[in-house]
């Protein structure tokens, strides 16, 4: 079992890298286009390029966010309880984001399975719009895992404390 844990921790790790890279893509992108429209050769599609970017960017980080219990929570009343009231609260949270993931990844699924019907394609370059939502299907199911993770470890920084 720990084995498959750090397999999934090192899989987290390897999404949010790709992640950033993504991110450092969509900017790249944006300099060239906007160096190119001053030279007369702009990026053609610059707009989709740089929207799969970013949309999958943020979708392969944010299962690290779970995972480093870095996303976006309220801490100031957990942190006041004591440390044996801390952590089963803590593992609660987690087990509520999965709840709250695992409902997200059915509902855009749903969707994704629509996208594939309808075939609909990005207004620049073409690209089928599915390719945008499997780095968001990715994402949310990481998402999921990472959560997981966290149910028996505390992954916030302060929680050594």
Known sequence: MRRLAQALRALVLASAVVGVLAYAAAALL????????QTGM???GVV???QLCVLGGAWLVIPHAFLAGAHVGVDLLVESF??????????LASLAAVG????MLVYCY???QQQLLYGDRSQQLGIPIVWYWVPLLFGLALSAVAAALTVFSTPHP???R
């Open 30 to 37: 944006t300099v060239a286009d906007i160096v190119g429209r």
């Open 42 to 44: 702009p990026i053609p």
């Open 48 to 50: 989709d390029l740089v």
């Open 82 to 91: 004591p440390r044996a009231v801390e952590r089963p609260l803590r593992a």
């Open 100 to 103: 709250l993931l695992g409902l």
């Open 110 to 112: 749903e969707a994704f």
């Open 158 to 160: 302060q929680a050594a």
